[in-house]
C-alpha cells in the first residue's frame, strides 16, 4: 500500500514550502505523487529515484574517464587536497542543510580554508547594505497576515519562487487581510513586464541600471520634496501616485532580487531601499525582505554568523581568527586572481554559474564537486563525490528567506551506501586530523636527537 508523507519541505527556492505532500511505494523507495509543490519543485522529488543518480565517487583518470572508487578513498584524496593546499576554496552550500554547513566549517577551519557560500555571487550585495544600513524586516507570516501593500522590485517570483505569491504575499487570506488578494495593493518595478507584473495593479518600468534615481525619487516625495517630471524612465505624476499610496498603507513589504543585487548600483541599491523602508516608518509600517534564492542560502549566513561572526566571504586562512571582506575574500574575487590553490565545490554549480574566466582559474588546481547530481561542476571535477538530496533522502533543518528556521523531514532512503554532507565533512575532518597527527609525529621524530641518551 503506497504511503503518504505529509508536511514535507521543498529542497528548491527559499520560500521553503513545507506543505507538500508525497506519495511513496510500497517498497519505500520510489517517489509516486508530489502534491502542492510548483513544477520545480515537483521535478527534485521524482528526480531523485532517476536512473541516472550516482552511486559511488568516481575519480578523473588520466584519458579523462572516470572510475568509481570507494568512499574511504575519495575521503583520504579530499583530506590530502586540503592538506596539501595553502588556500583552499570551500564554496556553495545553497542546497544542503545546516547541519552540512556546519560541519564543512569545521573542515575549513582545520584546512585553514576560505568557507564561501552563493551569496557571494546572489545576495552579497544585500548583506554589505544590511552592515551598513540595518534590516527593518519581517515574517512571512507578518506580511500574509497583515500587508496590504507589496512591491516587488527587481524580483520575478512567478518564475523563480513560484508559489511565494500565492502562499505569503498576493493570494492567501490572512488574519488581517481576510479577502487575499482583494485586500492588497501590488506594485510591481522592473525593466521587463514580467509573469509577475502581469499580476500587479500598478507597473513601473524602470530604466535598466537606474533604480538608485527611482529610489531616491521615492525618498523626495516621501518627504515632501519636488522631482523632475521624469526620473528613471518614470513620469513624476506616476510615482507621486505610487509614494502616496505606500505612505498610506497599513502595513507593507518591498520583496526585492537580483534586479537590485546585480544592477548598477549593486549594495547601494539595497541601501537606498532599506532606507526608503526606514523613511515610510515614520509615517506607518513598512518591511523589506531580500528574495533568498536556494531553499537554504540563508542557512550559512546564520550558521556561520553563530560560529565566527560572519554570514559570507570567511578566510580561515589565519585558523585562530576569521577575517570578511567581500571583494577580497570572495570566491570569485580569490579565483580572478588565482589566489586558491584547491577548490571543493559543495551543494552548487560553480561550473555553471561562474563567471568562464573564474571557473578557467580554478580548474587549473584540484577541484572535487560533492553533489547528488551530475552538473557542470561535476563534469569538470577531479573528484565527484554524491551525496543524498536533504529534504527528500536526508533531514535537517534549512531557514527559510526571513529567517525562520524550519525541520525538514526524509521521505525516501538515498540509494544504497550513498552519505549526506554531513557524514562526509565529518569523515575528511577526521582523516585531516589523522594527516596532521602523522605530520606532527614525523616533526616530532626529526626533531628528536638521535643516539641513546645514558640510563635509557
Ligand atoms: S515555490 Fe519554491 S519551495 Fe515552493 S514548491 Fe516551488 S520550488 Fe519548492
Known sequence: MPKKVENVGCPYCGVCCDDLVVTVSDDGKQILEVENACAIGNQIFHHATGSERIRLPRLRQPDGTYKDISYEEAVDYAAKVLYNAKKPLIYGFGSTNCEGMAAAAKVAEKAGAVLDNCASICHGSSFLAIFDNGYPSCTLGETKNRADVIVYWGANPAHAHPRHMSRYSIFPRGFFTGKGHMSRKIIVIDPRHTDTAQVADIYLQVKQGHDYELFDAFRAVVRGHEIPDVVAGIKREQIVEVANILKKARFGTIFYGMGLCHSDGRNHNVDIAISLTRDLNDYTKW???????????????????????????????????????????????????????????????????????????????????????????????????????VGVEVPGIVYRMDNVPIQYRKVIDPPEGVISDEELFERIYRRLSELEADEAVKEHAKAAPEGVRAGE
Not at 523589506?288 to 550558521?303: D, E, F, K, L, S
Not at 576569521?322 to 580572478?336: C, K, Q, R
Request: hydrophobic share 40%; glycine share 8%.
Open 287 to 389: 518591511t523589506i525582505m531580500a528574495m533568498r534564492g536556494h531553499y537554504n542560502i540563508t542557512g550559512p549566513g546564520a550558521v556561520w554568523s553563530w560560529q565566527y561572526g560572519y554570514p559570507y566571504c570567511l578566510d580561515l586562512t589565519k585558523k585562530d581568527i576569521a577575517h570578511m571582506n567581500p571583494g577580497e575574500t570572495s570566491s570569485i574575487d580569490l579565483a580572478m586572481r588565482d589566489e586558491v590553490d584547491a577548490f571543493i565545490n559543495i551543494g552548487t554549480d560553480a561550473g555553471a554559474h561562474f563567471p568562464i574566466d573564474a571557473v578557467k582559474h580554478l580548474r587549473k588546481h584540484p577541484w572535487i564537486t560533492i553533489d547528488p547530481n551530475i552538473n557542470m561542476a561535476s563534469e569538470i571535477s577531479d573528484l565527484h563525490i554524491p551525496v543524498g538530496i
